[in-house]
């Protein structure tokens, strides 16, 4: 069917965006910022009614899997009923769950062995009733409303497991490859399973409805189920019932109706397009099983269904773009602008204003922006200029429950900004944890760890060294205790490793986390009980000489320098001081970079497209990025790709002579593709018995550079630690952050707020 003009310049627009190259500030399509230039957010806290329901203000709370958030029978427990309850107080208007499955005995790749659920669910017995309801009480406590998002299936993008564990293949709309091994065929589904899966849809929206909850939403985008029945990427079936792509959704919203009545709202999930034709070129369409997948849904054909689900009895739609096989578009990552998806609910809001469409209750049918909205005055920007009628907020209602209530204070510098990193709202779930938060250490853990800490019995004289988020962390929250706090800083300003990992235009949401960092510091030192020493070098003796109480060594990490004969002559440069200094880049053009990580790969970035560069990664390793948030990972593969990098990976470096790398690299026709987005890496535990295997043909090589990069991470700088452990220089020394381990703001965040509500 072609690719559709305005959502090929959306999506190359996601990879060089304003700001990366014109310092564009604070807009939609570029960097966004925490700032209150348009405070008292009028429009952001008016009401909305959806059918016959009033909605106090027009923020939404997005569905986030509430993955392992339940017991193993399905009914929600106290974790979860807590995480939404902190939302609510917060004064988030409209909450929503994570996808509930109703096709369990259905769809293999739900259910766990022993008819156990890592989902929670609605469908199971009235075992399940009592949590649904008491979250439904607790939330309308705080006046905000809930709706349950119910999904179809997994289908084709559902976990394959089950054909080991249960020996059933998972199932799909049609004969479709599995998303995670796409070796794996998903089955076509028949007539009447999806029919009882309907049937099913329709029960639980009227369980929903007798247990108090507000409304229903039907998980129909990203390619899950219904997505896989709605659309004719998908959904090739040559006979029966659903050959036509809108039945499934028609009747499933019918279904309901008929259960609920005509004023209980239905809210239903949907993209504009795919787009994978848009994403990616035909060499790949066509040597891929995305060669299943074209001729999807057109805009056009999405507007005349979203028509169609209106008239069927849908209420309000969110919108968005992207699929699991293009992972980045519709879990917009660090490197995507702010209000990304503004022009999508545009053109759906245009569409239903200029054919004069209301729903069934007479009243327009709102259009809810989603997509890296949680800056307050960009959100206030789209409701003005009728971008959308509401805003949907995710992650920053993670990293931040109170956003609506800071936000109507107008107290935009207290939220707690996300950092976009993905790493504990999305990537703890898929590597089989919870819902997390990398800057909120009690994200999901509300039920557990007290909203104020509790006050310190003894007071103790404490020094933490160490101005990192991990060092900052720990002292604010001990400082907010009452203990006596000095926090030392070898460098002139607060953040440690951040300072670099913010410098790129596309790391906009982690700079955002440092001037929160400097914020609490602030805030910290007008008590009299906290004390900032910036470039101030703490060593044993002199920590030993103040009788401190506790130590706490939160200094981070020190350079790693690969073992590589002649690197002492090469020009080289770490990539932390390259982020820092940038000047020292000169007048280079042609840099490699050693080490294919999340900071190789971001320098990369940084180079290419704001410094004009031509750049080469060399990774060990058979994938880039192995280990980072899959949507974060694949756009910083699928950008660099479009700006001509060369990812260099199974490759090694051997040496430097006369300017350029020597490099030997495993040229086997089975190294995996450094581009590959459209795939998944299975988890570490995971084995694929499927995966072609990769043998050794090793090549040596010469490359051409002005300047080297090393990214090839870092060394625990535990030194510190030790020696005021060898010199006994106060009764309690922990180590924390990077000092202990090299990982990521998630851990040393999570430790050092632990550590700080109980030293």
Same mark, same amino acid.
């Given at each position: +069917?072609?690719? #559709? ?14 700001? !990366? ?14 700032? !209150? ?8 806290? *008016? ?5 016959? +329901? ?14 392992? +958030? ?95 564990? !249960? ?25 009447? !399973? ?10 639980? *929206? ?37 050959? #036509? ?19 209980? /709202? %239905? ?69 995507? /602008?702010?209000?990304?998806? @503004?022009?999508? *609910? ?44 509401m805003v949907m907020l995710g992650r920053p209602l993670l990293a931040d429950p109170e956003w609506a209530n800071k936000a109507y204070a107008g107290q935009v510098r207290d939220i707690r900004p996300c950092i976009g990193c993905q790493e504990g709202c999305l990537n703890e779930f898929v590597e089989a944890g919870h819902p997390q938060c990398a800057?909120? /250490?009690?994200? *999901?853990?509300?039920?557990? %760890? ?48 951040? %300072? ?39 060593? /044993? ?24 004969? =002649? ?57 880039f990025m192995n280990g980072v948030c899959t949507a974060n990972r694949t756009h910083l593969l699928y950008a660099l790709k479009a700006k001509g990098a060369s990812m260099l990976n199974m490759t090694r470096v051997s040496g430097f002579e006369n300017g350029k790398v020597k490099i030997r690299r495993n040229v086997h026709k089975n190294v995996p ?16 018995? @499927?995966?072609?295997?990769? =043998? ?40 924390? =952050? ?22």
């Amino acid at each position: +069917m072609g690719k #559709d003009v305005l959502v090929q310049r959306l999506v190359d627009s996601y990879n060089n965006w304003p700001g !990366q190259e014109t310092g564009t500030e604070n807009c939609a399509g570029g960097t966004g910022r925490m700032t !209150q230039e348009r405070y008292p957010y009028d429009n952001l806290f *008016s009401p909305i009614r959806i059918n016959r +329901m009033t909605v106090k203000n027009r923020i939404v709370m997005a569905p986030m899997g509430n993955i392992d +958030m339940c017991e193993e029978t399905g009914r929600p427990n106290d974790m979860m009923l807590q995480y939404f309850f902190a939302r609510a107080k917060g004064g988030t208007g409209l909450l929503t769950t994570g996808l509930i499955p109703v096709s369990h005995g259905i769809d293999a790749t739900v259910t766990e062995l022993g008819k156990l659920s890592y989902f929670p669910r609605i469908d199971r017995s009235r075992t399940v009733y009592s949590g649904w309801r008491d979250l439904a009480q607790g939330v309308h406590a705080f006046g905000s409303k809930i709706f349950i998002q119910l999904t179809a299936g997994l289908g084709r993008v559902g976990n394959p497991q089950c054909l080991l564990t !249960q020996y059933k293949f998972p199932q799909s709309a049609s004969l479709n490859p599995n998303f995670y091994i796409s070796a794996i065929p998903s089955l076509p589904f028949t007539d009447g !399973q999806l029919k009882k899966i309907i049937k099913n849809t329709g029960q639980a *929206s009227a369980d929903a409805h007798a247990m108090g909850l507000d409304g229903v939403y039907l998980h129909g985008h990203e390619g899950y189920l219904i997505e896989q029945m709605t659309n004719p990427a998908f959904n090739r079936r040559k006979l029966g019932h659903f050959v #036509d792509w809108q039945r499934f959704g028609l009747d499933m919203v019918e279904e309901i109706r008929k259960r609920v009545g005509p004023h209980y /709202p %239905i809210m239903y999930r949907i993209d504009l397009s795919l787009p994978l034709e848009e994403c990616y070129d035909e060499s790949v369409l066509n040597s891929t099983y995305l060669k299943k997948f074209k001729n999807g849904r057109t805009v056009a054909m999405t507007l005349e269904y979203m028509d169609a689900l209106v008239k069927a009895g849908v209420d309000i739609f969110d919108v968005d773009l992207g699929c699991y096989d293009n992972w980045w578009l519709p879990h917009p990552p660090s490197s995507m /602008p702010a209000g990304c998806f @503004l022009e999508v *609910s545009r053109v759906v809001k245009e569409h239903f204003a200029e054919k004069g469409i209301l729903s069934n209750a007479g009243v327009p049918v709102p259009i809810v922006g989603v997509g890296k909205l949680g800056y307050p005055d960009i959100a206030e920007k789209a409701l003005q200029d009728g971008d959308c009628d509401m805003v949907m907020l995710g992650r920053p209602l993670l990293a931040d429950p109170e956003w609506a209530n800071k936000a109507y204070a107008g107290q935009v510098r207290d939220i707690r900004p996300c950092i976009g990193c993905q790493e504990g709202c999305l990537n703890e779930f898929v590597e089989a944890g919870h819902p997390q938060c990398a800057v909120n /250490p009690r994200s *999901s853990f509300e039920s557990q %760890i007290p909203e104020i800490p509790a006050p310190a019995a003894q007071k103790k004289k404490i020094a933490v060294i160490g101005g990192g988020p991990g060092g900052v962390i720990t002292a604010v929250t001990a400082a907010q205790r009452g203990h006596t706090v000095d926090l030392y800083e070898k460098s002139a300003k607060i953040g440690g490793r951040i %300072i670099a990992g913010s410098v790129a235009k596309i790391k906009f949401d982690v700079d955002n986390y440092r001037l929160y960092l400097e914020h609490l510091v602030e805030e910290a030192q007008a008590g009299d009980n906290f004390h900032y020493y910036p470039e101030t070098k703490a060593n /044993p003796e002199n920590i030993s000489q103040k009788g401190y109480d506790a130590v706490v060594v939160a200094v981070g990490t020190k350079n790693a320098v690969p073992p590589v004969p =002649g690197i002492e002559t090469a020009n080289t440069i770490q990539a932390v001081d390259l982020f820092t200094n940038p000047g020292k880049l000169g007048d280079a053009k042609n840099i490699v970079i050693v080490g294919g990580g999340v900071v190789g790969c971001e320098m990369a970035q940084w180079l290419a497209y704001e410094h004009d560069c031509s750049v080469t990664v060399i990774e060990m390793l058979p994938h880039f990025m192995n280990g980072v948030c899959t949507a974060n990972r694949t756009h910083l593969l699928y950008a660099l790709k479009a700006k001509g990098a060369s990812m260099l990976n199974m490759t090694r470096v051997s040496g430097f002579e006369n300017g350029k790398v020597k490099i030997r690299r495993n040229v086997h026709k089975n190294v995996p593709n450094p581009f590959n987005t459209w795939a998944p890496i299975l988890p570490e535990n995971i084995h694929n018995p @499927l995966a072609p295997k990769v =043998g050794e043909e090793w090549r040596d090589e010469l490359l051409d550079a002005d300047l080297v990069v090393l990214a090839a991470g870092g060394k625990s700088d535990d030194s510190l630690y030790f020696e005021t452990l060898k010199q006994r220089s106060a009764p309690e020394i922990y180590n924390i =952050g990077d000092s202990f381990a090299p990982g990521r703001i998630l851990e040393a965040v999570r430790a050092a707020y632990r550590l700080g509500i109980t030293i």
